[in-house]
């Protein structure tokens, strides 16, 4: 029972019982006044000590309900204070992933801008070697006619005359005089220019990268579909359709470009840019709003080469968007 109750109850009780003791008084009269009056007393003390005793109670109950306030207030203070640094820590965690993510995106342009100087490079000695292979026919040629316009070496103790032609006989596999001889019809030699006629595939991939690095899209689409339509085996073909891709995604063509990093993962396994083809193929099924199997993509990516950078910005992408790396079980 509350003390404020437990107080009005007392003082209730005595206002009930004061007419009992008038009545009491009363009938004793003037008998017995001592006997009374010493009741009145001691029931007059008990009445102020209880008095008391509700007081003092009521004072202890003040005195703790102040020290619950002080302790509700202090928890209420941990309370903020824990929250103010929650959020401190949450701002700061989103800042270092921010910037994390940052980092990541800028290694791998970087990581990316070196595999296409790669490629570039790898085209560059392709066809030089092309070229060297096309000069040494073309020696080799040339010093078959040299070899078959030489004049026979004189016998031994025998001395040409001066400005004599040599005697047709005398030439090996030239038939004796008189004899009628059919005419021989040379072999068909390969023109050179014919070697030119298809364009290399070096050539032009390079070309192509050059005009979508310029931001030439409409030109370099063009020629990564000539280098498809002319190579489709060669492995910068698959350079070309992630390219494709690449131009696809930067138009908000995301199902396009979903198309297109399909035939690099489908059609040429060991390409360079599968890694890459994986993440940005996952980032267009979620620009389309394919959310689970843009997921399964970027969770492929990170089985499949864990330690790539693409698959660590699939990494902060999961996790800006609350998704495990690993599906549960």
């Known amino acids: 029972m509350p003390i404020r109750s437990l107080r009005l109850s007392t003082v209730l009780l005595l206002t009930l019982a004061a007419p009992a003791f008038a009545q009491a008084f009363a009938a004793a009269g003037g008998t017995g006044g001592a006997g009374v009056n010493k009741d009145m007393v001691q029931l007059q003390t008990q009445v102020q000590q209880l008095l008391d005793s509700v007081a003092r ?7 703790r309900m102040g020290v619950l306030k002080d302790l509700v207030q202090q928890s209420s203070d941990s309370v903020n204070r824990m ?13 270092q992933q921010t910037a994390t993510g940052a980092k990541v995106d800028q290694v791998s342009g ?68 008189g004899t009628t001889v059919a005419p021989v019809t040379p072999p068909p030699t390969r023109p050179v220019a ?22 030439r899209y409409a030109v370099a689409t063009a020629e990564f579909g000539d280098v498809i339509k002319n190579y489709p085996d060669a492995p910068l073909a698959g350079n070309s359709f992630y390219y494709l891709g690449e131009i696809d995604y930067r138009a908000g063509r995301y199902s396009a470009a979903a198309k297109d990093y399909d035939h690099v993962l489908e059609q040429f396994p060991d390409n360079n840019k599968i890694p890459a083809a994986h993440l940005h193929k996952g980032e267009a099924l979620l620009a389309m709003k394919q959310r689970e199997a843009g997921i399964l ?12 950078p693409e698959a660590a910005q699939a990494r902060t992408k999961l996790n800006g968007m609350g998704v495990p790396i690993k599906p549960r079980a």
């Open 194 to 215: 014919t070697i030119a006629a298809k364009p290399l595939v070096d050539d032009l991939y390079h070309a192509a990268y050059n005009d979508f690095m310029a931001a």
């Open 83 to 95: 929250s103010v640094t929650v959020d401190a820590l949450s701002k700061q965690f989103a800042a």
């Open 297 to 308: 993509e970027l969770r492929a990516l990170i089985q499949r080469f864990p330690a790539s």
């Open 57 to 63: 109670l009521q004072q202890s109950n003040d005195e």
């Open 110 to 177: 970087q990581v990316q801008a070196i595999n296409d100087s790669l490629d570039e490079v790898k085209a560059r000695m392709n066809r030089l070697e092309k070229l060297l292979g096309n000069i040494d026919s073309q020696q080799q040629a040339m010093n078959s006619t040299l070899q078959t316009l030489q004049p026979p070496a004189p016998a031994p103790g025998t001395t040409p005359p001066p400005n004599a032609m040599p005697d047709a006989s005398a030439i090996p596999g030239t038939p004796p005089t």
